[in-house]
């Protein structure tokens, strides 16, 4: 069964600096996609990047970015020039190939420090 | 507009009560899911609907039943309801692509007394 496991329940980051969430995750499948989620206090989640497992390139989305290493079953989240809005839950979430089904980590709290 | 509506956003109940949980989503999606989000534990898969046929059902108690009458409604049917079923109940919906993200709703914050 496929496993996903964030091993840090908060982080903190100063405002305009660099933090980076871990992620692991374990599966037996080729076609995969990986997700990073942001639960802000009392809103709705909303998807803050996607990989798919058969692109080498890490992807990108303005100050947020992935380190992908498949081999390693790794999946972390750097977010640069950190702001206060930037405060949430971060969930990393797993896809097996076409289905919706989203497998989920424990998430991860951060707070960023003005 | 969200997308993805859920009403109530909050319910309290006792165990004896019978209420309902509502999603709508205006996306045009094909596939909606209800989730359970308790304190310190990772979100839970409950149902998955798939062109309004429920696909997935992750060994949910019986107390907990799905309806969805069309592709862009999904309800969760509570009665008899335990202290240890309050949670944030997260509905999501997606298309069939491949590239078919989950968009959430804000969630229902239910309360078991």
């Known amino acids: 069964a496929q496993t996903v496991t964030q091993s840090q329940p908060e982080m903190s980051v100063q405002e305009a600096e660099t933090v980076t969430l871990s992620c692991t995750y374990d599966t037996s499948e080729s076609d995969y996609y990986l997700f990073w989620y942001k639960q802000p206090p009392s809103r709705q989640m909303i998807l803050v990047i996607r990989q798919e497992a058969y692109k080498q390139q890490n992807a990108t989305e303005n100050r947020f970015s992935v380190n992908f290493q498949k081999a390693a079953k790794s999946f972390s989240l750097k977010i640069s020039d950190s702001q206060l809005g930037d405060a949430a839950m971060y969930f990393c979430?797993?896809?097996?190939?076409?289905?919706?089904?989203?497998?989920f980590g424990q998430g991860t709290t951060l707070q960023v420090k003005p | 507009e969200t997308g993805v509506t859920q009403t109530p956003r909050h319910l309290v109940m006792g165990m004896t009560n019978k209420k309902s949980l509502k999603c709508e989503q205006h996306l045009g999606h094909n596939a909606m899911y209800w989730y359970k989000q308790s304190a310190k534990k990772p979100l839970e898969l409950m149902f998955v609907y798939s062109l309004e046929e429920r696909v997935e059902n992750n060994s949910v108690p019986s107390r907990f039943s799905p309806e969805c009458p069309n592709s862009s409604h999904l309800f969760l049917h509570l009665h008899t309801l335990q202290p240890e079923d309050s949670a944030l109940y997260l509905c999501?919906?997606?298309?069939?692509?491949?590239?078919?993200?989950?968009?959430f709703g804000e969630g229902s914050r239910l309360t078991v007394l």
């Open positions: 979430a797993y896809r097996k190939g076409n289905t919706g089904k989203l497998i």
């Open positions: 999501a919906s997606s298309s069939q692509s491949r590239n078919g993200e989950l968009f």
